[in-house]
Nanobody, 132 residues
Framework: QVQLVESGGGSVQAGGSLSLSCVVSGYTDSTYCLAWFRQAPGKGREGVATILSDGNINYADSVKGRFTITFDSNKNTLYLQMNSLKPDDSAMYLC??????????????????????????RGQGTQVTVSS
């Protein structure tokens, strides 16, 4: 059984930093899309950052240069370092995992990750509140 457990949320003033962690257990697929999403009250789920087993990393434009996603495979832990936080970053942050789908493009294979609502495994979330 795959489980994802987030921690590290809290309250911080604008300009501050927080580091989120997500322990992934029971995941056995050789490929992975690991992602952080966030959802604020009254808003849809927004992709924040994704790290793939093929080495690709992607960020939402709104967090580029401020957030860093990493995965420690020895600890099976996904991290999100958040710096220069803004009030608009306030949301419930969730981590998610999915094996993705390998797609052949010419001589290469590309790992395609699902949309935010279609990840196979998700955690319960950790709240981040940024005050002005």
């Amino acid at each position: 059984q795959v489980q994802l457990v987030e921690s590290g949320g809290g309250s911080v003033q604008a300009g501050g930093s927080l580091s989120l962690s997500c322990v992934v257990s029971g995941y056995t697929d050789s490929t992975y899309c690991l992602a952080w999403f966030r959802q604020a009250p009254g808003k849809g789920r927004e992709g924040v950052a994704t790290i793939l087993s093929d080495g690709n990393i992607n960020y939402a434009d709104s967090v580029k240069g401020r957030f860093t996603i990493t995965f420690d495979s020895n600890k099976n832990t996904l991290y999100l370092q958040m710096n220069s936080l803004k009030p608009d970053d306030s949301a419930m942050y969730l981590c998610a995992a999915d094996p993705g789908m390998s797609i052949e493009v010419g001589p290469s294979e590309i790992l395609h990750c699902p949309s935010a609502e279609n990840y196979a495994y998700r955690g319960q979330g950790t709240q981040v509140t940024v005050s002005s």
